[in-house]
Nanobody
Framework: VQLVESGGGLVQPGGSLRLSCAASGFTFSRSAMGWFRQAPGKEREFVASIKWIGSITLYADSVKGRFTISRDNAKDTVYLQMNSLKPDDTAVYYC??????????????WGQGTQVTVSS
């Protein structure tokens, strides 16, 4: 299993970024996918997830209305569109392949992470 994130960088508050995660080594179209983030000195936290069937999505309250997760099963890629970015969104963002347990998403496989910095 390999998950490779890209698209991170430095952006001003109010700006946008789109993260991508290219997956390989498993049946992507049958796997739930998610994004997590970890800020310096803080624990890793859930950001968003998307089910393999019906593209049902879940979001952390802190990103609802600003972030959108989507997937392209033809390209084995999951995306995270991030709009109206805030300095508090600064973190390393990780892609994960996993499963849903009720309303929780559990990551089984992880990417190496991509840095997102929101600063003026």
């Amino acid at each position: 299993v390999q998950l490779v994130e890209s698209g991170g960088g430095l952006v001003q508050p109010g700006g946008s970024l789109r993260l991508s995660c290219a997956a390989s080594g498993f049946t992507f179209s049958r796997s739930a996918m998610g994004w997590f983030r970890q800020a310096p000195g803080k624990e890793r936290e859930f950001v968003a997830s998307i089910k393999w069937i019906g593209s049902i999505t879940l979001y952390a309250d802190s990103v609802k209305g600003r972030f959108t997760i989507s997937r392209d099963n033809a390209k084995d890629t999951v995306y995270l569109q991030m709009n109206s970015l805030k300095p508090d969104d600064t973190a390393v963002y990780y892609c994960a392949a996993g499963r849903h347990m009720g309303v929780r998403f559990l990551g089984d496989y992880w990417g190496q992470g991509t840095q997102v910095t929101v600063s003026s």
